[in-house]
């Protein structure tokens, strides 16, 4: 679950060349535009992430000027303020970082650094309808014996460089589909989205898929690959190619509960001739020297502004990184979300 509301610590304030009303604080690795002499460096904020829809309370009228978004939420329509990805002269801007003071809610002024308030101020997250086609019958929730898929944002684990310096990632183009689940478990084959397992219908696009590419037949018995779905009418389609395609980005054993390694799952798609995900780079190092030497997530994000490598017209969503382990239980993954392109889609 993503945090959406939390009381984080001002890391930086600086200015912004030609503004004279505004400034750009840092949180963790956001950048975020605010009022000049707002705030102080280490001083506490409430930081609302992109993607928050805030209420219509008078804390958020400020907001009001850039309009309301919509969304059925709970099967109730909402309405709100979305953050999304700005740039303010020349600046990006992400999220809000707004002073304790507007707020005197007890329970929030009791919130320990890093614990989620997005119920207390009634913030959701905001997601665009499920294009139709997407869903499908639902033959049970998600298979407990297989990781979900899910990516933390690079802006939200300041201390990464440090606790993996000079350690080595593969790095993978994030495309921009949906997420999908395939395993063979005990001879049954079982297809997922992200969070739900579907039924064998025409209808459904995860089986359809599933199908085309005799992913059944492919798959030995006792693993998952967990693929992005990408092609017509999912997320616009940006890569422009023809039908779908599944790509695979995670290798799992449902034997013995582990992620294969960058390397063995590069190996086994090329032997069960399963497409992956684009990669980049298989040894991108997390190089943390003196000044200019280190890897900073300002680095890492500016790494994510690139073309992509399904097509070079639109701009790849991101990257994902993953530590180059020898596979496990867990693994060590983060995404940079490319600013251009959340400038350019929102
Ligand atoms: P958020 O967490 O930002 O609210 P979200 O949970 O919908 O959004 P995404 O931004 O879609 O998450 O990022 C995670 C998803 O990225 C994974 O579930 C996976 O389906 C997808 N993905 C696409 N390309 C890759 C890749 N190369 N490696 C790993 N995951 C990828
Ligand atoms: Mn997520």
Redesign the pocket.
Known sequence: M?QLVTVRTIAEVSPIEGADAIEKVRVDGWWCVTKKGEFKEGSKCLYFEV?SLLPPIPQFSFLEGRGRSKMIYEGKDIEGYRLRTVKLKGQISQGLCLPMSMFDDALLLEAATGQDLSSVLGVI?YEAPIPAGLGGEVKGVFPSFIPK???E?VQNLPDIVSLHANEFFTV????D?T?ATFYKHDGAFGVCG?NWEYKDTVANVYWRVAKAMNLESKLPDYMAIQC?IIGEGIQGNPYKIKGHQARC??VFSTDTGEYLSSAMAIEFCQMHNLQM?PVIMRDFCLVKGMGTNCVTIDDLLNMANRKSVLNPNTNAEGL?FRLNDLGGSSKV?F?A?SNNYLLKHE
Do not use: A, P, Q
Not at 172 to 175: A, D, G, I
């Open positions: 993503r993607d997250k898929t899910d990516e944002r993978t183009e994030k495309l589909g997420s992200r992005e980005f995670y995900v994902v993954s995404k979300i």
